[in-house]
């Protein structure tokens, strides 16, 4: 693959317009300002973290984790849609939906090392009501219309489990059906 000359990599990792993560041992290597600002936090907080401070909970972090390295498929990337949490500023701890993509620099190891990126999607999902950790992962694959016995399997749980969550959320939701649910997850 052809290299471009002249283009300062650096200078375009700083200024990409969506926040990226270099990672090792899901451990934040190094980040761009984008993700500074999204997360209201200075490089300074986030270099040599855990991604744990990015999280609503250690739960969340711990299970998501086991999902990125279940679910690497064979060009070594993963993409989902969760809540994450604010790290500092004025908006301190406040729970948003993220857009998160990784590719692992080794499938065969994909939290050894690897690169990240992460979008907001706080402007068009917002979070609407409290939820449980096991709840934003079952909001989470209900929005991209996956059925409850894939959710299950995903998860490691029973599809009656699953059931049992997206009732949960309907009634938080006040929606009638699952398509409603969908709707008014994503803010509709």
């Not at 990672?23 to 934040?28: D, E, L, Q, V």
């Not at 998501?64 to 701890?93: C, E, N, P, S």
């Not at 909001?139 to 969550?165: C, N, P, W």
Request: net charge positive; glycine share 8%; hydrophobic share 45%.
């Amino acid at each position: 693959m052809a290299v471009a000359t002249g283009v300062d990599y650096a200078r375009a990792f700083a200024l990409a317009p969506v926040g990226l993560v270099v990672s090792r041992n899901r451990a934040i290597v190094d980040c761009n300002q984008h993700l500074c600002e999204m997360f209201g936090a200075d490089r300074d907080q986030l270099i040599g973290q855990s991604f744990q401070v990015l999280y609503p909970t250690a739960v969340e972090f711990e299970r998501t984790g086991a999902r990125i390295a279940l679910a690497m498929d064979a060009k070594g990337h993963y993409a989902d849609d969760r809540i994450m949490q604010r790290v500092g500023g004025r908006f301190k701890g406040e729970a948003f939906w993220c857009h998160v993509v990784g590719r692992a620099f080794d499938r065969n190891a994909p939290h050894a090392a690897g690169v990240w990126s992460f979008e907001d999607l706080s402007s068009r999902r917002p979070v609407q009501a409290t939820l449980t950790p096991r709840e934003r992962e079952v909001a989470a694959h209900l929005m991209t219309g996956l059925t409850s016995k894939e959710i299950a399997k995903l998860l490691g749980i029973s599809h009656r489990t699953v059931e049992i969550y997206r009732a949960g959320l309907m009634r938080k939701y006040q929606a009638s059906t699952t398509a409603d649910l969908a709707q008014r997850l994503l803010g509709g």
